[in-house]
Each structure stands twice: as C-alpha cells, then as structure tokens.
C-alpha cells in the first residue's frame, strides 16, 4: 500500500507533484495552539502538518472530532493565525486576506440571514464580492439552477428545510467563482437524494477545473468524490495519499464476471485449489444501498403507484 504514515518532517504523499504543477495550496510544519484568558497554550489542535492539495483535484480531510479539521480550515482562510509554520493558498500567505475573493467557503454550519429569500441571499454576498448587478443577476439564476432550489427563490430562508439551506450554503460559496472552494461536512443534513445531487455538483465543479478541499465524516461520500484524502488524529498527519490506492486490499484478488453456472463455479474452484488457493468465496456481488434507494425513487417517480420488484 502505498500509504504515507506522516512524520512531522515528511508528510508527502507517493504520487509526487508532475513538473509545472504547482500546489494551490502549501502547508509546512503547521502548528495551532489554541490558548486561555491569560494566553497559556491550553490545545494543541494542529502539529506540524506538512501537507499539499493540486491544482484540480478534489481533497479530503479526514479525522474523528476534534482532530483539527475545522481548524485547518479556518488557517486556511486567514481566519486563525498559526502558532508555528507556514501556509501558501494561490500563491499567497494565507493571512494575506485578498485571495479570499478566489475562494469559496461552505461553513458546517451556513451563517445565513433567515429573513432574507435565496435571490436576496444571493445578491447579498455577490455585494460583498463587488460583482456588478448584472453578473449577481446572471450567477444568481446560474446557481439557483445548479442547485435545484429556483422553484423556492423567493422563500424566506427560514422557511427552508436543512437540505434546502445547504444547497442555498453551497450556492453561496460558489457566487465569486471561486478557484478554490473549501467544504466543511458538505453533504451532512441532506437525504440520500441530495446527497447524490450534492456529490455530482462536487464532481461538476471539479470538471470544471477548480480545486476542491472537504471535511466529511461520511467516509462512503469521501470515497465517491475525492481523489486523495489526508487523515487527522489529535492534530497530527497519519495518513495521506490516494484514495483508490489506499483501500487496495493487497493480499487478495478480485475476479468479476456475469453470473457463473454451478459448473463453471466448481471448475473455477478446482482450478483456484490446484494452485493451492483454498480461502475463496464465490458469491454474488452486492451494490450499495444507495444506488437501491436511488433506483426506487427513480421508480417511484416514472410509475407512480406501483410496488418495485427488486
Ligand atoms: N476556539 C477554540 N478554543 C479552544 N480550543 C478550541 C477552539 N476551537 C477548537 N478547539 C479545540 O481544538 C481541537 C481541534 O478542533 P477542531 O474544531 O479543529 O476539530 P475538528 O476535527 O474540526 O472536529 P469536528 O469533527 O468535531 O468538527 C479540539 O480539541 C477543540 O476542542
């Protein structure tokens, strides 16, 4: 496996960086302590986090709580100071507040005004960006469309549902045309049909070259959408690199096929015994219970009324 158990001095990954592929994001020997009323160091929340995400890929960060996922975020967008090290986003310091306008940030929680309807919503942060009228009008319908909430533009945000809201949260993120889009728990709160939508806009705006960083505790979600992932425990890099590489179990092989007969089975174990292979299963394969429940709505959609036979 080719897994990178970071130390505090080499974190990289095995894939290394192709020529004239500069990271847009550089983080070096990261430290953040966060500190009491009288300025006593009371968490280490980061420690040395060495680490780099490319230009066009989508990054997971992973971790159980407390591990300092929110943090990175938050000293990525200059938000925090760092304690020690140095972070270079789009070529630029992060506490450099100007390449802010070439990001995007989705919160866990959406600091949205509740009175406000989606197009008011998104015409407000446009505001912020200094887009003119005519672009906040052009992005606003743009993204209300991409995020299937058009039908409910001029509904307060109030009257919103949790999945609702994150659409609207996302579409927030995206209203300066970020380069750089950073995702905390994108797809939490939403059913497994918003999940899916959520996810093919991930894969949409990767497509569409822009660098994706997520924080998710949804590993199935993680494991659909990122190309590489880094895992956090207690401040510190365990794990980093590729994800299709990373789940490689490397001490069994896969053989799929459509469905064998009972013969054929039989000889396909004989064969696996004369090589002295006796730890086999053959079965039927199984698929996720997402793609089942999507499948059922889709059914359910198309004809109405009817019981799915599966
Ligand atoms: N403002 C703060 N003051 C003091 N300690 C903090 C502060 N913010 C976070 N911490 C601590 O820093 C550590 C990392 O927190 P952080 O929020 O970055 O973790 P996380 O991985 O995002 O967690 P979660 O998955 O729960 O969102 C935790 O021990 C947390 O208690």
Known sequence: ???????????????????GNEPVISIRNLSKDYRDFWGRPKVKALKSLTMEVRKGEVFGLLGPNGSG???????LLGLLFPTEGEISILGK???????????????EESYLYRF????????FYGRLFRLPA????????????????????????????????RRIGLAQALINDPELILLDEPTSGLDPLGNRDMKDLIIKLKEQGKTIVMCSHLLADV???????????????????????LVKEQD??????????EAAASEVLDVLKKHGVTDVQ???????LEELFLRTVQESRERPGRRISV
């Open 1 to 19: 496996m080719s897994t990178d158990v970071a130390s505090p001095t080499a974190a990289k990954d095995s894939s290394s960086l192709p020529a």
């Open 69 to 75: 996922k929110t943090t990175t975020m938050k000293l």
């Open 93 to 107: 310091p992060a506490t450099d507040v100007s390449k802010n306008e070439r990001i995007g940030y989705l919160p």
């Open 116 to 123: 406000l309807n989606a197009e008011e919503t998104l015409d």
């Open 134 to 165: 005519d672009v906040r009008k052009q992005r606003t319908n743009e993204l209300l469309e991409l995020v299937k909430v058009s039908h409910a533009r001029k509904r307060q945000l109030k009257e919103y549902s949790k999945g609702m809201t």
């Open 223 to 245: 494991q659909d959408v990122c190309d590489r992932i880094a895992i956090l425990y207690g401040g510190e890099l365990k794990v980093m690199g590729r994800v299709d590489e």
């Open 252 to 261: 069994a092989t896969q053989i799929r096929s459509s469905k064998l007969s």
């Open 282 to 288: 053959i079965d039927q394969p199984t698929s996720s």
